[in-house]
């Protein structure tokens, strides 16, 4: 139930101005929460301004808004209410998730608007996301970019796992990516509790290109890692500037994919493995494990420490996988200022001295600029 | 006169300062709290927020744990009284894979009573069946299973009545906060209650969950079935068409053991009999109830026509405050439709015979 291009954003955010004096009050004036208008309250459609659309999604449109009670920009996901269906159940299980969730690298959910008809999530506005991020920023992006990107997906993959949550839809257009760098895990249409040991999972999850090979191969059981393996795709698209495992139609070449890179896994190091409902005898010992930098180019040009990290994401057997508390350990993570470390949950990264966004080498939007081509990553490798 | 306990483990001595209900009910209508506390709250209702935030200011040291939820005595034995209505005995019974009837929703389904501040008039067999629908809602990929709620909470005519149903699972859904999701510990602290009591014995067996999708020849199997036909055989659990049992039994596929069965009635609160609200009245037909339902009658065929004889008579049933205030027609109704299941079953009956 989730869509690419509904967190789109043209970056001419920081150029909006709102006309003021529509109504007959001031849509930006309430920023002093005292001068609350009795009749704006949260919950109420009228305390909200609808401007674009952003996107369409399967089940609800998003549109670009602004809170008429403090002035804030807000996104606001419009989710239509069918007789027979009643409210969508991803609707019912990404509020209920995030009214629990407060993160730094969550998504924030402001308000819910309840009507006979309809049901409008309001979020805290993002003005782009990874997906849109890479598409200016073409050919992978800047490493120390990618580290404090990567650093703020596992640390709100860390929080969701600690309060046993999968989000099991990790894509790049689930990331939102705030004008400051902010990254902030979205749309939990998909995700779910698994605190509780015996309820049924569906194991039509994850996007493809980022669905593990456990779960491919149909197993009965996954976990934390689920999300692991996705965020290890994320890491490898962000420093290549392309999938890592792209471009297939169903669960079979997907696999391949994988195979040709990580080796078939063998009874030996996966017992069970071939009991699993999409397991291929054929696959036996058709290819071997390949070294990660002979694949993906751009770790040639990179500390191994990264490959390092990216190798323990991308294990084939959930259970190697590291999670996401021992991932932020990582000496990966090691040249960010140690405060990073210590932070409260809802503080973000960005709060400590000396983190901050580089500039990327390149831009669609900026073509002019002059770029030393030694800067640029290799990207034939695909 | 009220008695209130603190059931919930976590911290013992924070449950004993009970605000007046009244309060609490106040505060939770007065719409969407945006301003939350500060502590992680996957447990309790919005009103015992509040009531952490005011013991707080009396013991500080208490705010590192998290909310507990406070629950009446009355309120878990209204809820266990629940099980108590035929219709809803069997269809527990009727579950017996426990898909949409294991201990864990069952728990949820309790703590969403807690979180709406439902009165004890409201713990009706209707706000059981959209609590329960909802938190499969939540909990379930499988989305299939729970449409089996529907011929059970709205009788034949469910396919004209379920958009009204699901309108009032999406009220519930508001009326508590839009919280739906419950966590493995606080499911587990309201089961650790009267941990003996059946409904805590439903154990989904491991083939049931995870997700693994397809079991059994679906395309066989009418979804929902409704109280008029038998339960779809699972060959997994092989528990189909055997007519026996409480409703809180051990997984059948295990068998069950005859100490298992008498204690599937057990008296839900030996310890806490000074404190015990209920009036006498109901509890002595609380008792008789227990007694009429010994799952040793249930154990054979036998059980036919006890089968029949409870939903003709239609004892046992509920108060349904909510019903009996509309009109007489809903009640006659409702006996109509209980009058054809008896024909159905019988039917049913003589068919397997």
Not at chain 1, 21 to 50: C, I, K, M, V, W
Not at chain 1, 166 to 188: C, M, T, V
Not at chain 1, 242 to 267: C, H, M, N, R, Y
């Amino acid at each position: 139930g989730s869509s690419g291009s509904w967190w789109f954003h043209t970056l001419q955010v920081r150029r909006l101005r709102v006309q003021r004096g529509r109504r007959h009050s001031d849509p930006l004036g309430g920023t002093n929460s005292e001068d609350q208008r009795p009749s704006l309250q949260f919950g109420a459609a009228q305390s909200y301004l609808s401007l674009e659309k952003l996107g369409e999604g399967t089940y609800a449109s998003v549109y670009k808004g602004i809170s008429r009670i403090n002035g804030q920009l807000v996104a606001l996901k419009v989710i239509q209410i069918k007789t027979e269906e009643g409210v969508p159940f991803t609707a019912i299980r990404e509020a209920s998730l995030l009214k629990g969730l407060k993160h730094a690298n969550i998504v924030l959910l402001h308000d819910i608007i309840h009507t006979r008809d309809s049901l409008t999530f309001v979020f805290e506005y993002v003005q782009t996301d990874l997906s849109q991020y890479m598409t200016q920023h073409p050919g992978g992006l800047h490493s120390q970019n990618v580290r404090i990107f990567m650093f703020q997906l596992l640390r709100g993959l860390c929080y969701i796992h600690s309060r046993r949550i999968l989000h099991r839809d990790l894509k790049p257009q689930n990331l939102l990516i705030s004008y400051l760098g902010e990254l902030k895990l979205a749309d939990f249409g998909l995700a779910r509790s698994k605190s509780i040991p015996s309820q049924t999972f569906s194991s039509e999850v994850v996007t493809l290109w980022y669905r593990p090979p456990d779960v491919l191969l149909g197993s009965t059981e996954y976990s934390t890692a689920l999300d692991m393996w996705g965020a290890g795709c994320i890491f490898i698209e962000m420093l290549q500037g392309w999938p890592a495992f792209p471009g297939v139609s169903d669960v079979f070449e997907q696999l391949q994919k994988i195979w040709t890179v990580l080796g078939v896994p063998s009874e030996d190091c996966w017992p069970g493995v071939s009991l699993l409902p999409n397991y291929k005898r054929e696959w036996f010992h058709q290819s071997e494990p390949k070294q990660f930098r002979t694949v993906w180019k751009r770790l040639n040009q990179l500390p191994y420490k990264t490959e390092d990290l990216i190798q323990r994401m991308l294990k084939v057997v959930p259970t190697d996988r590291i999670s996401a508390q021992d991932s932020l350990q990582h000496p990966y993570f090691s040249t960010l200022p140690l405060p990073v470390m210590h932070l409260r949950d809802t503080a973000s990264i960005f709060k400590v001295p000396g983190v901050r966004l580089e500039t990327e080498v390149r831009d669609i939007f900026n073509p002019q600029r002059k770029v030393r081509p030694s800067l640029l990553p290799n990207t034939k490798c695909w | 006169m009220k008695h209130t306990r603190t059931w919930c483990q976590t911290p013992p001595s924070a449950t004993l300062r009970h605000k007046p209900s009244s309060t609490q009910t106040a505060q939770s209508r007065r719409g969407l709290r945006l301003k939350r506390a500060k502590v992680q709250d996957t447990q309790g209702p919005p009103g015992k927020r509040l009531q952490n935030q005011h013991q707080d200011e009396v013991h500080r040291t208490k705010m590192a744990t998290p909310p507990t939820i406070v629950i009446q005595l009355q309120e878990m034995s209204s809820y266990f009284r629940l099980f108590d209505d035929d219709l809803i005995h069997d269809f527990l019974w009727m579950d017996c894979c426990r898909k949409m009837t294991d201990k864990y929703l069952l728990a949820m389904t309790f703590v969403y009573f807690k979180r709406a501040h439902f009165t004890i008039a409201e713990y009706t067999r209707r706000n059981f069946f959209i609590a329960l629908y909802l938190a499969n809602t939540m909990e379930e990929d499988e989305e299939e299973s729970k449409y089996e709620i529907f011929p059970w909470a709205l009788g034949e005519n469910w396919q004209k009545r379920f958009p009204r149903f699901l309108k009032q699972r999406d009220k519930l859904w508001g009326r508590i906060q839009y919280r739906a999701a419950v966590s493995r510990r606080c499911c587990e602290e309201v089961m650790a209650i009267v941990p003996s009591h059946s409904v805590w014995l439903r154990e989904r067996s491991e083939h049931h969950s995870g997700a693994r999708r397809h079991y059994g020849n679906r395309d066989d199997v009418n979804i929902p079935r409704g109280p008029s036909a038998s339960p779809v055989y699972c060959a997994l659990c092989n528990c189909s068409g055997r007519l026996r049992q409480g409703l809180g039994s051990s997984s059948p596929c295990k068998g069950f053991s005859v100490q298992t069965q008498n204690n599937t009635y057990p008296d839900p609160f030996p310890s806490f009999q000074t404190t015990e609200t209920t009036p006498p009245r109901d509890r002595a037909l609380y008792r008789k109830r227990v007694g009429t339902k010994s799952p040793m009658q249930y154990s054979s065929c036998c059980c036919t026509e006890e089968v029949l004889s409870k939903y003709h008579n239609g004892h046992g049933c509920l108060k349904q405050p909510q019903l009996a205030k509309k009109n007489n027609t809903t009640t006659v109704k409702s006996q109509t439709w209980r009058t054809k299941i008896t024909l159905t079953l019988t039917l049913y009956f003589q068919k397997a015979s």
